[in-house]
């Protein structure tokens, strides 16, 4: 059958406002660095690093990735990998794209949804079924406030003899939500007994908040479960999406040779001068992480004072971990779709918002990014369009 991928809707949002709007509410991405603030963070100085980023040939690299980024991925991301249990991918995207290739017609996937929409399209194009795992807003009770969850029994519910792969996504974009350890080891334990393939996009992995649910980062899958493939990337926790590094980790070296296979029609390599400053990245990522975590605590706190005032317009379960969370239309906002606020956001009041629609989430929530260190200064202009919109109302 024909592989043909639907509108990437999304992406072609921000295709569309991104770099036309002034105040930008809705990335998924952390506060990111100058190529000088990274290369002084390497062990033999700047000077030492710039003169290696500059003495570099600018050919081609090895498909797999350079051997000194595997092995720095390896060592400082997962405590059982090698760095031949790794594969280097340009973005998180290909990554997404050479593992859906590997199913097609007569399999069974499971998706946590919402979902960054290629992790389940690029399947559906190849003729996967895919049956969405979707997580709950489950109100305020004896277990706490208000809070995303994801239903173990539904999951059980989907799983049938057919299925290859479960897709999950922790700390998930666009909620904020992350599993707990046990609930971790139900979804692979779940996966085990079918021996299905568990792909756990881990991206925001590093950015659990101190009063989240969670408060320390899980086990990663691929640690946990031989037939676990990890994603990881330097765009979203550590703030380098301009340098358009991600990887798989996986214990199935068959699976990560067929994926390579697919890169050789896609990238082929990636870029040298970016492998070699993801490896700095990768080499201080807990320091990049907890950089970002600052700046996430303290947008927070702006964000719920926001939230206090415009309690009758806008609701939200606070994120347990990661930069983004799904703000939800109240009062008499419900009256309208979230697309139309959002474009009525970004063309009166130049804020960019991303409406639920994009995610084929019903039209009631928009995600928010509070990862950036322009945060406060957008969302005063959100304020100050949420003010006009009362103001507006009979």
Avoid at 96 to 119: E, K, N, R, W
Avoid at 269 to 279: D, I, K, N, Q, T
Wanted: charged share 20%; proline share 4%; glycine share 8%.
């Amino acid at each position: 059958m024909a592989m043909i991928l639907p509108p990437f809707k999304l992406e072609e949002w921000f295709a569309k406002y991104e770099f036309s709007a002034q105040h930008q509410l809705c990335n998924s991405d952390c506060e990111t660095l100058t190529v000088e603030e990274l290369l002084k963070l390497d062990a033999q100085g700047m000077e030492g690093a710039l003169q290696g980023l500059l003495s570099m040939r600018l050919g081609y690299t090895e498909c797999t990735g350079a051997p000194s980024l595997r092995e720095a991925i390896a060592s400082n991301m997962y405590s059982s990998m090698t760095a031949e249990e790794i594969l280097v991918h340009a973005g998180a995207e290909e990554a997404i794209f050479t593992f859906a290739m590997q199913f097609g017609p007569g399999d069974h996937v499971v998706v946590m949804a919402p979902c960054y929409q290629s992790l389940s399209a690029v399947m559906q194009s190849r003729g996967v079924e895919v049956s969405f795992w979707t997580l709950r807003e489950v109100d305020e009770d004896s277990h706490g406030p208000r809070r995303w969850a994801a239903d173990m029994e539904d999951l059980q519910a989907l799983l049938r003899s057919e299925t290859r792969a479960v897709v999950i996504n922790c700390p998930h974009n666009p909620t904020g939500f992350t599993f707990t350890q046990e609930e971790l080891q139900l979804v692979i334990e779940a996966c085990r007994s079918r021996g299905a393939y568990l792909f756990s996009d881990e991206v925001y992995s590093g950015l659990e908040h101190p009063s989240g649910r969670q408060t320390k980062s899980l086990p990663k899958a691929c640690d946990l479960y031989d037939r676990a493939v990890c994603l990881g990337v330097v765009s979203k926790a550590q703030g380098l999406a301009g340098l358009r590094i991600g990887w798989v980790a996986s214990k199935d070296r068959d699976l990560l040779g067929a994926m390579c296979g697919v890169k050789l029609y896609t990238s082929i390599c990636s870029s040298g001068p970016s492998e070699y400053l993801a490896e700095i990245a990768v080499r201080h990522s807990q320091e990049l992480c907890s950089r970002n975590l600052t700046i996430i605590e303290d947008n927070l706190h702006h964000l719920q004072a926001l939230l206090e005032e415009f309690q009758d317009m806008i609701s939200m379960c606070l994120p347990s971990a990661g930069c983004i969370g799904l703000l939800r239309l109240e009062g008499k906002l419900q009256s309208r779709s979230a697309e139309a606020l959002a474009v009525d956001a970004v063309q009166k009041a130049g804020v960019l918002l991303l409406p639920s629609e994009y995610f084929d989430f019903g039209s009631r929530h928009f995600r928010i990014g509070f990862g950036r260190a322009d945060f406060k200064d957008s969302l005063e202009h959100f304020r100050a369009f949420l003010r006009q919109l009362r103001s507006e109302s009979p």
